[in-house]
């Protein structure tokens, strides 16, 4: 088993739509939860981060950490098809300089 | 500002030869990383450099794969007797103190196909 399992999709839903993207983790030491969204033939661009369990919101964006569940999710609410790329979730122990652990990505589209 | 460079964007290459890949990172970030995205794979770690020295080589899938950094700026990434697995997008990212953590800035990656 992956420390960080991500269903890789394709995800395919209509412009305006709520999108729920997830990932599920096994190690309960990590306390900090990234999104990174990943345009195509592009490097990821860091999206926002939350430390340990909670909400947090940026715009149309929101993250959301269970830690019991060891389960976190993004929602875009009123999806664009600017929106359309693969999104990368990513965990570390702590908030110093160390590596991240990603899944896979999940690809979105945004049909107009 | 400027963000994370890298070069080339595409890389091919035969079997057998050696590889250098190169990132410029952020200035005045003082981390930086390398990963490898393949096909069907997330992204992977492969060393991170603190300043000049690599604490953690701990992701470098073989001896044939080494990095170095130099006047804590411009990193390279050299794979020798490259071999088809190690086709892959090799990404760098440099990082900096956000709100509450480090936040890591990856640039475009070098595209590497080795036939």
């Known amino acids: 088993q992956k420390e960080v399992e991500q269903d890789p999709g394709p995800l395919s839903v209509p412009e305006g739509a709520i999108v729920s993207l997830n990932c599920t983790y096994s190690n309960s030491a990590f306390q900090y939860f990234m999104w990174y969204r990943q345009y195509s033939r592009k490097g990821p661009e860091l999206l926002m981060y939350?430390?340990?369990?909670g909400n947090k919101e940026d715009g149309r964006f929101t993250a959301q950490v269970d830690k019991s569940s060891k389960y976190i999710s993004l929602f875009i609410r009123d999806s664009q098809p600017s929106d359309s790329a693969t999104y990368l979730c990513a965990m570390s122990e702590n908030s110093g300089n160390t590596p991240l652990v990603f899944g896979k990505g999940t690809r979105l589209s945004v049909i107009a | 500002g400027a963000g994370v460079s890298q070069s080339p964007s595409n890389k091919v290459t035969e079997k057998g030869k050696d590889v250098e890949l190169r990132c410029d990172p952020i200035?005045?970030?003082?981390?930086l990383y390398w990963y490898r995205q393949s096909l069907g794979q997330g992204l992977e770690f492969l060393i991170y450099f603190q300043g000049n020295s690599a604490p953690d080589k701990s992701g470098l899938p073989s001896d044939r794969f080494s990095a170095e950094r130099t006047g804590g700026s411009v990193s390279t990434l050299t794979i020798q007797r490259t071999q088809q697995e190690d086709s892959a997008v090799y990404l760098c990212?440099?990082?900096?103190?956000?709100?509450?953590?480090?936040?890591?800035?990856f640039g475009p990656g070098t595209r590497l196909t080795v036939t």
């Open positions: 200035s005045g970030h003082t981390a």
């Open positions: 939350t430390y340990s369990s």
């Open positions: 990212a440099s990082s900096v103190m956000g709100s509450t953590a480090y936040e890591q800035y």
